[in-house]
């Protein structure tokens, strides 16, 4: 290898490293969090966890492992799955708080979906089989027609790649039981690649989230 050859590869090689651990660190972020100033009791007594999804798996995924982060922070909580339906908690506020208190809570914990998206990106591994000549290429498809100009288009092997992101927004947020009101709450941002693990996606957000409720003193 040359000296010039070695000199380009010592530059762009911290590049290329830097850019895969930023890539790698960022697959779940807290993209704003907020706390009412009105809150000054400190830590709450037990948390009650909503996680707002009619897919029965889902909800259970999401309310158990808060459950379970929260629990190892030595802060109380419950699930909710197995006390009242979504549409029961909709239809019915007085029969959810009874539901709720009775299992001796005193907040809840909200988890709700605000937004999705995906993005998608497709590149050429290798050049296409077929490329036609600029000579005589637009007298045979007047010539020839439509079909024929897709048939090129069909001849066109050429291999490649693709990879699709989705982009999940996630409302997270901690309310009084008895007056209602909000007591914090967080927007946070996770980015699923095709071959994203989801459940340990889930687990590292569900972690950061308790994190910065314990870090602002509303949960112990």
């Given at each position: 290898?040359?000296?010039?050859?070695?000199?380009?590869l010592?530059?762009?090689?911290p590049?290329?490293?830097?850019?895969?651990?930023?890539?790698?660190?960022?697959?779940?972020?807290?993209?704003?969090t907020?706390?009412?100033p009105?809150?000054?009791?400190?830590?709450?007594?037990?948390?009650?966890?909503?996680?707002?999804?009619?897919?029965?798996?889902?909800r259970?995924?999401?309310?158990?492992?808060?459950?379970?982060?929260?629990?190892?922070?030595?802060?109380?909580?419950?699930?909710?799955?197995?006390?009242?339906a979504?549409?029961?908690?909709?239809?019915d506020?007085?029969?959810?708080?009874?539901?709720?208190?009775?299992?001796?809570?005193?907040?809840?914990?909200?988890?709700?979906?605000?937004?999705?998206?995906?993005?998608?990106?497709?590149?050429?591994?290798?050049?296409?089989?077929?490329?036609?000549?600029?000579?005589?290429?637009n007298?045979?498809?007047?010539?020839?027609g439509?079909?024929?100009?897709?048939?090129?288009?069909?001849?066109?092997?050429?291999?490649?790649?693709?990879?699709?992101?989705?982009?999940?927004?996630l409302?997270?947020?901690?309310?009084?039981?008895?007056?209602?009101?909000?007591?914090?709450?967080?927007?946070?941002?996770?980015?699923?690649?095709?071959?994203?693990?989801?459940?340990?996606?889930?687990?590292?957000?569900c972690?950061?989230?308790?994190?910065?409720?314990?870090?602002d003193?509303?949960?112990?």
């Amino acid at each position: 290898m040359s000296v010039l050859n070695i000199m380009k590869l010592n530059l762009v090689l911290p590049t290329l490293l830097a850019a895969l651990g930023l890539a790698g660190c960022a697959a779940n972020s807290l993209e704003k969090t907020w706390k009412s100033p009105a809150h000054t009791g400190g830590a709450v007594k037990k948390v009650a966890v909503i996680a707002v999804d009619e897919r029965g798996m889902v909800r259970k995924g999401f309310e158990n492992r808060f459950v379970r982060d929260l629990g190892e922070r030595q802060q109380p909580a419950i699930v909710t799955y197995d006390l009242i339906a979504l549409p029961d908690i909709k239809t019915d506020k007085e029969a959810a708080v009874k539901a709720f208190s009775a299992a001796g809570a005193d907040s809840v914990l909200i988890v709700r979906l605000v937004s999705i998206s995906s993005k998608s990106r497709q590149v050429e591994a290798s050049p296409e089989v077929y490329v036609p000549v600029i000579t005589g290429f637009n007298d045979y498809y007047s010539t020839y027609g439509w079909y024929d100009y897709y048939s090129v288009a069909f001849v066109d092997m050429g291999a490649s790649w693709g990879s699709t992101k989705q982009y999940v927004y996630l409302d997270t947020s901690l309310h009084d039981l008895a007056s209602g009101k909000r007591i914090w709450s967080t927007l946070t941002r996770t980015t699923l690649k095709d071959d994203s693990d989801r459940l340990a996606e889930l687990d590292t957000l569900c972690v950061k989230v308790v994190s910065a409720m314990h870090r602002d003193g509303v949960v112990r």
